[in-house]
């Protein structure tokens, strides 16, 4: 499985950071991001492209990603 991060800048904009080597690093990706500017909220997503090529998307929870 490879590990991508979406960043939705503003919320129109998106990009695919990665890949991550597991969840853990993406995570730490994802507050980085977050903690750089508290009033912008970009959207930031998991993806998960499985082995056999299927995407799975998944939100973050809000304490996942808090500073």
Do not use: C
């Not at 503003?10 to 980085?32: C, S, V």
């Not at 508290?38 to 304490?63: M, N, Q, T, V, Y």
């Amino acid at each position: 499985m490879t590990r991508w991060l979406i960043v939705v800048e503003g919320d129109i904009e998106p990009h695919l950071d990665g890949p991550y080597k597991n969840d853990q690093r993406r995570t730490a990706a994802a507050r980085r991001h977050r903690g750089k500017d508290l009033e912008k909220r970009d959207g930031l997503f998991r993806l998960d492209i499985s082995d056999s090529g299927s995407p799975h998307i998944h939100a973050f929870g809000a304490r996942e990603i808090s500073p």
